[in-house]
């Protein structure tokens, strides 16, 4: 069973003890995408995580049991700031449609190698079932999202996997689609499926 919970934002505990935990898991989250960064998820171990937030490894056991607790935080972490774009997107139509293009091809703001790190802890979840939750969150608010232009499940569904390979591409093509480029499939298939 997980132990994961969410982390919540120092700054806002007045507890000093509750406060450094808190902290301290952020960095050792911080740890673990540099680590997934630089040589991928298959690196992440115990002791990696240590040796990057330079801490002992018994720190990163005592934040988090297993490799897959800490995988899962920070997937979590990864899909928050994506849901919490999604969530924030304008209301109206075209305008949120694009921008949920640029989050397709941009991201949340960090360069192509971290993303493709994001992608990897994605793909992952078809080894690791604890993983999938969060895959299942991201799907849902791709769902959510696309629900005003798209009336049934099934061509939603569509939709998000054309959305899911457009992440892929942006990871990998050289030169990645631009986000008027995604945008206009994604226009397209709307279109169509409507």
């Not at 972490?77 to 293009?101: C, H, I, M, Q």
Request: overall charge negative.
């Amino acid at each position: 069973m997980s132990t994961v919970r969410p982390t919540e934002d120092p700054e806002n505990i007045g507890d000093g003890r509750r406060r450094k935990g808190e902290q301290r898991r952020r960095t050792l989250l911080d740890a673990t995408m540099a680590v997934i960064v630089r040589e991928g998820v298959t690196a992440v171990s115990q002791r990696r995580v240590a040796a990057e937030a330079a801490v002992p490894p018994s720190t990163v056991t005592y934040y988090y049991a297993t490799i897959d607790d800490l995988l899962v935080e920070t997937l979590t972490r990864v899909n928050d700031a994506y849901v919490s774009v999604v969530e924030t997107l304008p209301e109206e139509p075209d305008a949120a449609l694009r921008g949920f293009a640029a989050l397709i091809a941009e991201g949340v703001g960090h360069d192509r190698v971290h993303a493709l790190a994001e992608m990897e802890l994605f793909l992952i979840a078809a080894r690791r079932p604890t993983l999938r939750a969060q895959v299942a969150r991201w799907h849902d608010a791709m769902d959510a999202f696309l629900s005003p232009y798209l009336p049934t499940a099934e061509s939603r569904a569509g939709v998000a996997a054309a959305c899911d390979g457009y992440f892929l591409r942006c990871c990998l093509l050289e030169p990645p689609p631009s986000a008027e480029e995604v945008y206009r499939a994604l226009r397209r298939l709307i279109d169509r499926a409507a």
